[in-house]
């Protein structure tokens, strides 16, 4: 399951958006208040239109929170207004076949309408009977949400929550809440981890399990010669984490007891994984490649640097068939992968596909494309103040901004020597 293009009329803060997306990795990116997570709301709105057809899941429905706000004035009183109707449309492929579907609410009094997702519906809900039949081969996709809450303290898991489904679509189960929780996942894997213990070796388990051990290998410094092993182990009632560090020295985490950025990273992947075993047991090895579509905000949360140059492309080598919608604030992010769709939004509601900013410097990305610079506002201001006395000839003073530069960033930085030179050029008398 994919989406190629999403359309949002009159939802949050865009008019009318036709954005197209990219069948492995898109990447949404602007200023705070710009409509990152506006987007990815829509794009959840969109994907989870599925569960109309799935007896186990809700799909997220269009909310007073969605509605597009304008401002106008009557005897210069500003007042704002609603805007219908909310429409969140959009074309893919589910199941391999080509389909369009589309969602609107149409006042503040109205429900969310589902009438033309009836052709979406119509194939979930065939692909829910064919999985519920013995021996099925029939491959579910998986859609998620990681919400900027994934570090899975914010939703206390009730006692009523203790019922089982038993059934693959356990998978879907809390799948897009924007609270997390890792109850479900905690209990899969102490159940899995007996299970193995009396049957043996469980081939949907292993791929879990290799899944967090490919994306744990490439955050740490180990003896690459040596197995970065993770399980789950009754003892710590959590997933544990065992490998051996470049001194040769023995470790062992919980990953409970992990920093943020480790427990970020693993225990999002970890939910993925075991997701799609739940979801798809009969693909066995090969249950890493179940389809779908998963959405995260600020995928760089908690991540140091290192981390969130790897974090895009370790996700898509883990999950080869995952359409990925991501945001970020992180030019290291922005600059990490080769074939993103870059979604550039501005305030105004627009969203435009900007280049690959793939290999790109840093700072490039931060002034081009972020338009931030890439140094402190008060070394900026300056650096500003320097150019203006500069070009008004005001040399004086423009050297007692420069001698204040050089105190701060020190007599051999790259912009203050080119200061200096600006100035000892303006100050040479020329003959005439």
């Given amino acids: 399951m994919r989406i190629d293009n999403l359309t949002l009329k009159n939802f949050r803060n865009f008019e009318n958006a036709e954005i197209p997306l ?28 599925f569960f109309l057809g799935i007896d186990y899941a809700s799909p997220r429905s269009i909310k007073a929170e969605d509605v597009r706000h304008v401002a106008y004035e009557t005897n210069k009183i500003y007042q704002q207004r609603e805007v219908y109707p909310v429409e969140v449309s959009c074309q893919g492929v589910v199941n391999g076949s080509a389909c369009t579907w ?69 998978g879907y189960q809390d799948c897009i809440a924007e609270q997390a929780t890792d109850k479900q996942l905690m209990e899969w894997f102490s159940d899995m981890t007996l299970l193995v213990s009396q049957e043996g070796p469980i081939p949907q388990v292993s791929a879990v399990q290799r899944a967090l051990e490919c994306c ?29 560090n470049r001194n040769g020295e023995h470790e062992l985490h919980p990953m409970s007891e992990m920093s943020d950025g480790y427990r970020s990273v693993l225990n999002m992947v ?24 998963i959405i995260i905000d600020e995928i760089e949360l908690h991540l140091h640097p290192g981390w969130q140059k790897r974090i895009l492309n370790d996700l898509t080598t883990v999950f080869p068939n995952i359409q990925f919608i991501v945001s970020t604030h992180s030019p290291e992010v922005i600059t990490s992968y080769k074939d993103a769709n870059l979604i550039l939004l501005k305030h105004e509601g ?21 338009l931030v610079g890439d140094r402190p506002i008060e070394i900026e201001k300056l650096f500003d103040k320097f150019s203006e006395l500069l070009h008004k000839e005001d040399y004086a003073k423009a050297k007692e901004v420069l001698e204040n530069l050089e105190q701060i960033l020190g007599y051999d930085d790259p912009s203050v020597y080119e200061a200096r030179s600006s100035l000892e050029i303006e100050q040479m008398e020329w003959p005439e």
């Fill in 22 to 49: 990219n069948p492995k990795m898109n990447i949404v990116i602007g200023n705070n208040g710009s409509g990152k997570s506006s987007l990815l709301m829509g794009a959840l709105t969109a994907a989870s239109t």
């Fill in 102 to 170: 589309s969602r609107s609410l149409s006042g503040p009094k109205s429900n969310t309408t589902y009438g033309a997702a009836s052709d979406l519906k119509k194939i979930a809900s065939e692909l829910q009977k064919e999985a519920a039949l013995p021996s099925s081969q029939t491959v579910l996709p998986l859609i998620a949400y990681y919400g900027t809450g994934r570090l899975w303290a914010q939703k206390q898991a009730k006692q009523k929550e203790k019922q089982k489904l038993k059934s693959r679509f356990e």
């Fill in 216 to 244: 744990f290998a490439d955050l740490i410094d180990h003896d690459e010669t040596q197995r970065v092993k993770v399980e789950y182990r009754q003892r710590y009632r959590a997933i544990v984490v065992e490998y051996v």
């Fill in 270 to 293: 970890a939910d993925i994984a075991h997701r799609m075993a739940v979801l798809n047991p009969q693909l066995g090895d090969s249950v890493l490649e179940t389809p779908g579509i």
């Fill in 350 to 370: 627009s969203a435009t596909q900007i280049d690959s900013a793939y290999g790109k410097d840093v700072n490039t990305v931060l002034r081009s494309i972020l």
